[in-house]
């Protein structure tokens, strides 16, 4: 027979760290339905209940039909499902571990170059201490440049000389 579940394999608060806050709602409800089965299968006793076959022995006059009925129970058998997948799931396992681990140093790289890009913005001055001549040091091919690239005000593109605009057809 197989052993009887006592309580919950999954660890609930590891698993609710890693749930998105807009699926919390069909995260606990999940909870909910789990723990409620488990609660309902821990109500029910491990064993079916025992039969006294001697007191049916004596209201039944039919003679062998007890014993019929009683070795047809004892030799009833409940089939537990074999497990058959734990396997080709161990195996999937190991061959994704080498693609997880290559993701990660992959991610790695762009965490490094993402967190070296946030520091070089967070060492920038503050926009509203910003300068001209910073805003032209710092972002030169944003800047005005009225020798090179000489533009007139409000400095957008659709505001200078010889600007088409891109949405109309010729």
């Not at 161990?90 to 890009?117: G, R, T, V, Y």
């Not at 509203?128 to 005005?144: F, G, I, K, Q, S």
């Amino acid at each position: 027979m197989a052993n009887r579940i006592t309580k919950s394999a999954i660890n609930w608060k590891e698993l609710e760290k890693r749930v998105p806050p807009e699926q919390r709602v069909n995260f606990f409800a999940f909870k909910g339905k789990s723990e409620a089965y488990l609660r309902r299968m821990l109500s029910s006793p491990p064993h079916p209940p025992k039969i006294d076959w001697d007191q049916y022995k004596k209201l039944l006059t039919v003679p062998g039909l007890v014993e019929k009925f009683e070795a047809a129970y004892k030799a009833f058998k409940v089939p537990y499902p074999q497990d058959k997948l734990s396997a080709t799931v161990d195996q999937q396992w190991s061959e994704l571990q080498p693609l997880i681990a290559k993701f990660a140093e992959e991610n790695k790289a762009h965490i490094a170059a993402a967190e070296k890009e946030m520091a070089r913005i967070n060492a920038l001055p503050k926009f509203e201490d910003m300068t001209l001549e910073m805003v032209r040091d710092v972002y030169p091919e944003n800047a005005l440049d009225c020798v090179n690239r000489p533009s007139f005000w409000p400095h957008t593109d659709d505001e200078q000389l010889g600007y088409t605009d891109p949405t109309t057809k010729i």
